[in-house]
Structures are given as structure tokens and as C-alpha cells.
């Protein structure tokens, strides 16, 4: 991940209708080893890559190590987690020839898939990038066998640029259209 750069962090909470998108705290890590070793929220992302209670050590005391990491509360609970970083010009695909696009990644227990939650926190943290980063290209890559991703993308105005191989899996590669 590269970082996004002098953006001031820890940002004011966003609070939406039924969340709160806020930095990571020492309570959460519990629920972030849990999200990281769910096999179903990370089927599409190469799979746990550590148990839960290999986690639960590894994970720093104080998580909220970089900006532009928001975690997602519900009714008091973490229940995931938005990433918002630079795609560094050394990865390939890009919509800028500089690269360095802001790019956007979401992981939600799956419990929580289906109510919408998806859509109103990854809406709130697209406007906070406005806000924060106005005029930056925002882009998104995801398999395109994780259909629930996709489709979530695309809700959200992501338009497909491209499709390529990687990680063993087709993915697709979107940027936000403006307006």
C-alpha cells in the first residue's frame, strides 16, 4: 500500500444514517482478526493468511497504524473496514499515465452482506476523498467471479477500464465517473 500522502488523519468521524466510519482503535482488533480470517470475506482476496489466534498476536495494540484506514461501526461494533490508498505507478493499470490514482477497497463480515451497509459506508468514504482529495481519479479492482464486489462497484459509478489476469483470477478494473 502507498500511503495518500499530507491528508489529515485521524479524520472527523463520518457518521451516515446507520454508521460510523472512524480510525481503528485497540477495541476493534478482536473483530479485525475476525474479518481477516473469515474465509468467506476473504475468498476473493487470496484466502486468510493467518488464523484467527495468529492474528489476534499479530495485529499492533493500537491498529490504526496508517491514514486511510477506516473502520466501520454498526451499533457500536466493527464490522469492517474501507482502505483508501495511492495505486503506486509500479502496479500496472492505470487511468493517469502518472498513476498514483486514489483507490478504494472494502471488507464487511459477512453478516453484515445484503443490508446495504456495503453502499452507505463505501458512499461516505467516497465523499470524504472528494472533500479531502477533490479532482483525484478514483479507481477499483476486484475479481469479477466476487460478483457482490462488482456489482457494488458499479452501483457506486465505477465503470469498468479494463480486465487483466492476476492472482490466478480475472479481474476488473474500474474508475469513478465524475458527476
Known sequence: ???????????EQIVTERLILRETRTEDR??????????????????PRHTREELEDLIPHDPNTRPGIFAVEHEGEFIGRITVQRRDRAWAHHVRDEG????????????????GIG????????????????????????????????RLAQKLGFVEVERF?????EQWFGVLKAG
Open 1 to 11: 500500500m502507498k500511503p495518500l500522502g499530507d491528508v489529515p488523519w485521524p479524520p
Open 30 to 47: 478482536a473483530s479485525l482478526a475476525e474479518l481477516l480470517s473469515d474465509e468467506t470475506a476473504q475468498a476473493y482476496l487470496g484466502g
Open 100 to 115: 498514483d490514482e486514489v483507490e478504494i477497497g472494502y471488507e464487511f463480515l459477512p453478516t453484515t452482506w445484503g443490508k
Open 119 to 150: 453502499t452507505e459506508a463505501t458512499r461516505a468514504a467516497l465523499g470524504w476523498i472528494e472533500r479531502t482529495l477533490p479532482g483525484e481519479p478514483v479507481v477499483i479492482t476486484t475479481q469479477v467471479a466476487n460478483e457482490r464486489s462488482l
Open 165 to 169: 489476469e492476476a492472482y490466478g483470477a
